[in-house]
């Protein structure tokens, strides 16, 4: 039974700035390798922060 289909979610409208590293971080999900993942994840969540926060401070 699949519950999640992270492929699919990652295929679905993801900006394409964030799809390689989305498509890296599946792959390493793929693998087994978790803590990789959740430092990937840790990484991309920070980058996204950033990212709003200075779209919110240049208005």
């Known amino acids: 039974m699949e519950i999640l289909n ?3 979610f990652i295929n679905a ?3 394409e700035k964030n799809k390689d590293e989305l ?3 599946l ?3 793929k693998l087994g390798h978790y803590l ?3 430092s990937k994840t ?4 920070e ?3 950033l990212a709003v926060s200075s779209n919110e401070n240049s208005r």
């Open 6 to 8: 992270v492929e699919e």
């Open 13 to 15: 409208d993801i900006p």
């Open 23 to 25: 498509v890296n971080i």
């Open 27 to 29: 792959e390493e999900f």
């Open 36 to 38: 990789n993942v959740l």
């Open 42 to 45: 840790s990484d991309l969540r």
């Open 47 to 49: 980058k996204m922060i």
